[in-house]
C-alpha cells in the first residue's frame, strides 16, 4: 500500500485504503468521467503521521474511562486530541511528497485546491460518519495545504464520534482517515443531480442547478433551478426556474465570497437546454457504469462539466408499484407551486380555500382542499377532497398522514399555496413531485392500486419482527385488514370523534348525551376491531391538542387558550383533570362496549402523552372502575414520546404491558424541533437518525425488556429510513407499526436486516 496515491489509480475497491469519497472519484476518472485531478493521502499516511507523533498514546490517555454521557468530558477529550494532532509534525518524508504532488497539479506551481476528508471505518456502520469530517476549500499555498491536512486527521475525533466509538466498545486504531487533494473548480454554475425521482422512484433524473460554487446550494442557502429529465427518451419533462439574486464567488486570495447577481440574471434559467441534457447523459452514464442509482455532484468551469462527487442512493424502497404514461407537453405546463411531495398519486380539481372559520360543508367530493394547515377536525372534509395542499407541514404532520391513509395526493409545505391558488380555478396536484400545475387532466398519469391489493398481488418474507398497520380512517380498516400484518399497532380515535361524533365531549355530556357519545364511539372501534379479528388493535384513546378541541362543536366553552398546545394540555394530563375526567371515562366505556357487548376482545387500549407514573396509576384506577382490567386478552400500552419516559422507562414498565414509541413526537421533543416545520425539517434538525433519537430509543427498549414489557413503534422512521429500520431491528424492537402504504417495502427492510443479523452470527460462529 503506498502512503499517497493518484486518484486516477484508484477504484472502489479501495475503499478500505482511500475512503468512499476517494474510491468514487477514481473509479470515474478510470470509467472516463471528467474528474478534477488529484491525489489521495490513503490511510498509510494516517498511520505513519500517528506514529511519528505518538498519537495513540494521546488518544487513549484522552478516552481512557471517559464519560461518554458528559458533554464537557467529550469536549475535553476532543480537544486534547485535535491539538496534538494539529500541533504534531508531518513526516518530512512525507511532506515533500505532499509538496511536490501539489505542485503537479499546478504544472510546476501550487494551485488552489480543496482538501477533503474520505474516511474508512472497517467493521463500523458508515453512516455514523456522516458529517464528522471536516472540508477546507481554496486552499492556496504549501503551509495551509499542511494545517488542512492536519485538521482532516483530527476532525476523525470530533466528540460525536468519540461518544459513539467508546459506548460502542470499537477500537480506535480501526478508524482511518484518508484525505484527498483535489484542484479546486471556479464554477460558474454547480449543482446536484439524481439518477432517479427519489421520491416517486420514477425513471426520471433530476437536476438542480444554480449559479457560483456549490457550496451554496449544497447548503440549502439558495433555492436551485430544477429539472425533471426523461431517462430514457431525454427529453426534459419539466423546469422550475428559481429566483436567486447572489452566488458564492472564489475571492482574490481563495476565500469564498458572496456577489450579487445581475438583475437580467436574477429570474433566468441557469442551464441552457443543451446544458441539461449533457449533464443528464453524464448522470445516465454513472448510473449505467455502477449499475445503481446514483446521487452525483457537479460543476461547470468554463462550460466544461466535471463531477465532483458520485454516491449511490441508499433509500430506495425498490418496490415501486405504480405504472407511468408520460406525455411530450409535460415540459410546457405551468407550475403554480411546489412543495414537498407528502402522499403519491395525481389528481385534478377546483380549488377550495379553507380557513378555520368556514364551515367543511364548503368542500365538495372532488375538490382540491387547499389550506394553511389541517387539524383532526377537518377529517370529513377530506375525505371528500380529490388531493390536498397546505403552505406548511413536513412528512409527519397531519395532512401528510391523514392523506396517506386516504390514499389521495397531498402536497405539504407549499409556503404560498392560499394566496397563489384561487377558488375555483382548475389544477393538478403531483404528490410525488411536490407540484401543482395549472390546469385540468394531468399529463402524468398514475396508476395506483390500493395498498392491500398492492400487497396481496406480492409475496412478502416472513419476519421474527411483527409488523403491524396504523389506522386512522375506520371506513379504510376492511381495505387494510388484507395487508400481511398481525394486527393494528395504532388505531388513532381522533378519527372517531372527527367523523361518528363531531361534537365536543364534554358538550355532549353536559347536554345529557353521554350514552350517544358512547355507542358511536363503540362502533367506530369495533368497525376496525370486526375487520382485523382475532389479530389484535391497540386503539389510542384521544389525543387532541386545545386548539383542536377549541374547533369541535361547542368546543369553545371548554377549552383553554394556549401559546403552544403540541406541549400543552392533552393525552394522560387530561384524563386526570377533573374538568375532562367525564370524557375521558366515556372512551373507555366504549371500549368497554366494544369488548363485551360486541365480543371484541381483541380491542387494547394505548395511552398517548404519558408524562408521569402518578398519571398511569389514575388512568388504570379509573379503567378497573369501569371494567377494563389487564389480563392476558386485555393489554395496556404508552406511548413512549416524551423523554420522561426514557428516563424513567423501568419505573413506567411496572404498570404496562407494552410501551410503543411514537417517534415522531420522541424526535420532537428531543431535538426540540417542531415536527411541522418545513424549515427545520430541510435542515436535517428533524431526523430519526439523529445520534440522540437513537440512543433514547435503544434506552427504551433495553429498559422495558429487562422488565419483560415488550415495546412497538409507530411513527415514520423505520419507512422512511432503511438504515432507521435496521437500527431497530438490531436494537431488539418486538414490532413495527406501519402506514398501510409502506407495509410492504418496510417488511423487506425488516427481512434484509433480520438476514445481515443472522449471517453475521453464523460468520461469527464459524470463526471461533
Same mark, same amino acid.
Given at each position: ?480 385488514? !388484507?395487508?400481511?400484518?398481525?394486527? /393494528? %399497532? &395504532?388505531? *388513532? +380515535? ?8 363531531? @361534537?365536543? #365531549? ?113 388512568? !388504570?384506577?379509573?379503567?378497573?372502575? /369501569? %371494567? &377494563?382490567? *389487564? +389480563? ?8 413512549? @414520546?416524551? #423523554? ?111 438476514k445481515r443479523i443472522i449471517m453475521e452470527s453464523v460468520r461469527k460462529q464459524l470463526s471461533q
Amino acid at each position: 500500500m503506498k502512503g499517497i496515491m493518484s486518484i486516477k489509480d484508484l477504484g472502489v475497491n479501495d475503499i478500505p485504503i482511500a475512503g468512499g469519497k476517494a474510491a468514487n472519484l477514481g473509479e470515474l476518472t478510470a470509467a472516463g468521467f471528467d474528474v478534477p485531478p488529484g491525489f489521495v493521502l490513503t490511510t498509510e499516511s494516517y498511520d505513519e503521521f500517528l506514529e511519528h507523533n505518538n498519537l495513540k498514546t494521546v488518544i487513549s490517555e484522552s478516552i481512557e474511562d471517559i464519560d461518554v454521557d458528559s458533554d464537557v468530558a467529550l469536549q475535553e477529550a476532543s480537544a486534547k486530541i485535535r491539538n496534538a494532532f494539529e500541533e504534531g509534525e508531518i513526516p518530512k518524508n512525507l511532506e515533500s511528497q505532499i509538496l511536490a504532488e501539489y505542485k503537479k497539479l499546478g504544472k510546476g506551481k501550487y494551485p488552489l485546491v480543496a482538501v477533503r476528508s474520505s474516511a474508512t471505518a472497517e467493521d463500523l456502520p458508515t453512516a455514523s460518519f456522516a458529517g464528522q469530517q471536516d472540508t477546507y476549500l481554496n486552499v492556496s499555498e504549501p503551509s495551509s495545504l499542511l494545517i488542512c491536512i492536519k485538521k482532516c486527521w483530527s476532525s476523525l475525533f470530533t466528540p460525536r464520534a468519540i461518544s459513539y466509538r467508546v459506548s460502542k466498545e470499537f477500537e480506535h486504531d480501526k478508524v482511518k482517515l484518508a484525505v484527498v487533494i483535489q484542484r479546486m473548480i471556479n464554477s460558474e454554475k454547480s449543482g446536484i443531480m439524481f439518477t432517479v425521482d427519489p421520491n416517486s422512484e420514477l425513471p426520471h433524473i433530476i437536476i438542480e442547478a444554480g449559479y457560483g460554487l456549490g457550496e451554496a446550494l449544497v447548503g440549502g442557502k439558495v433555492t436551485p433551478d430544477t429539472y425533471v429529465v426523461d431517462k430514457f427518451h431525454r427529453n426534459v419533462l419539466n423546469k422550475r426556474i428559481s429566483t436567486q439574486t447572489w452566488k458564492l464567488v472564489r475571492g482574490e486570495s481563495g476565500e469564498c465570497l458572496r456577489e450579487e447577481i445581475a438583475n437580467d440574471q436574477v429570474k433566468s434559467q441557469k442551464l441552457t437546454d443543451a446544458q441539461i441534457e449533457e449533464v443528464a447523459d453524464i448522470g445516465n452514464r454513472i448510473e449505467m457504469h455502477y449499475n445503481r442509482p446514483m446521487d452525483i455532484e457537479w460543476a461547470i468551469e468554463d462550460n466544461h462539466v466535471y463531477v465532483v462527487q458520485a454516491r449511490p442512493i441508499t433509500t430506495l424502497s425498490k418496490q415501486t408499484k405504480q405504472e407511468t404514461v408520460e406525455e411530450s407537453e409535460e415540459s410546457g405546463r405551468t407550475i403554480l407551486v411546489r412543495g414537498l411531495g407528502a402522499s403519491p398519486g395525481n389528481a385534478s380539481g377546483k380549488v377550495k380555500i379553507y380557513d378555520e372559520n368556514m364551515s367543511l360543508d364548503v368542500v365538495k367530493k372532488g375538490d382540491i382542499l387547499v389550506t394553511q394547515m389541517t387539524t383532526p377536525d377537518m377529517v370529513p372534509a377530506m375525505t371528500r377532497a380529490a388531493a390536498i395542499v397546505t403552505d406548511e407541514g413536513g412528512m409527519t404532520c397531519h395532512a401528510a398522514i391523514v392523506a396517506r391513509e386516504l390514499g389521495i395526493p397531498c402536497v405539504v409545505g407549499a409556503t404560498e399555496a392560499t394566496n397563489v391558488l384561487k377558488d375555483g380555478m382548475e389544477v393538478t396536484v403531483h404528490g410525488q413531485m411536490g407540484v401543482v400545475y395549472e390546469g385540468g387532466a394531468p399529463s402524468v398519469e398514475v396508476i395506483t392500486t390500493s395498498a392491500a391489493a398492492t400487497a396481496v398481488a406480492v409475496a412478502v418474507p416472513v419476519t421474527a419482527t411483527k409488523i403491524m398497520v396504523n389506522i386512522g380512517v375506520p371506513t379504510k380498516a376492511a381495505e387494510y385488514s !388484507e395487508l400481511p400484518v398481525q394486527g /393494528v %399497532g &395504532l388505531m *388513532r +380515535s381522533e378519527f372517531l370523534f372527527t367523523s361518528h361524533v363531531q @361534537e365536543h #365531549p364534554c358538550a355532549l355530556i353536559e347536554d345529557g348525551r353521554e350514552n350517544e357519545l358512547i355507542d358511536k364511539l363503540a362502533e367506530g372501534i369495533a368497525s376496525v376491531g370486526r375487520a382485523f379479528y382475532p389479530r389484535p388493535v391497540v386503539l389510542r384513546t384521544s389525543d387532541f391538542k386545545t386548539n383542536e378541541y377549541h374547533d369541535m362543536k361547542g368546543g369553545a366553552d371548554y377549552e383553554p387558550k394556549e401559546s403552544n398546545p403540541m406541549i400543552g394540555w392533552r393525552g394522560c394530563s387530561r384524563y386526570v383533570s377533573e374538568s375532562y375526567n367525564k370524557a375521558f371515562r366515556a372512551e373507555l366505556k366504549a371500549v368497554k362496549k366494544a369488548r363485551d357487548e360486541m365480543g371484541l376482545k381483541n380491542i387494547w387500549v394505548m395511552l398517548p402523552f404519558v408524562r408521569t407514573v402518578d398519571e398511569v396509576v389514575e388512568i !388504570e384506577k379509573m379503567m378497573n372502575e /369501569v %371494567g &377494563l382490567y *389487564r +389480563s392476558k386478552d386485555f393489554k395496556l400500552y404508552l406511548m413512549a @414520546e416524551v #423523554p420522561a419516559v426514557v428516563f424513567m422507562v423501568e419505573e413506567f414498565a411496572e404498570h404496562c404491558d407494552a410501551f410503543s414509541i411514537g417517534s415522531n413526537d420522541l424526535t420532537q421533543l428531543v431535538m426540540g424541533a417542531d415536527r411541522d416545520s418545513d424549515v427545520l425539517g430541510k435542515m436535517g434538525y428533524f431526523d430519526e437518525r439523529n445520534e440522540a433519537l437513537k440512543r433514547a430509543v435503544k434506552q427504551i427498549i433495553d429498559g422495558a425488556h429487562k422488565k419483560g414489557v415488550t415495546v412497538s413503534i409507530c411513527g415514520q422512521g423505520p419507512s422512511v429510513y432503511p438504515e432507521f429500520c435496521e437500527f431497530l431491528v438490531r436494537a431488539g424492537i418486538d414490532s413495527i407499526s406501519l402506514n398501510p402504504d409502506t407495509v410492504v417495502k418496510t417488511i423487506n427492510y425488516v427481512a434484509a436486516a433480520e438476514k445481515r443479523i443472522i449471517m453475521e452470527s453464523v460468520r461469527k460462529q464459524l470463526s471461533q
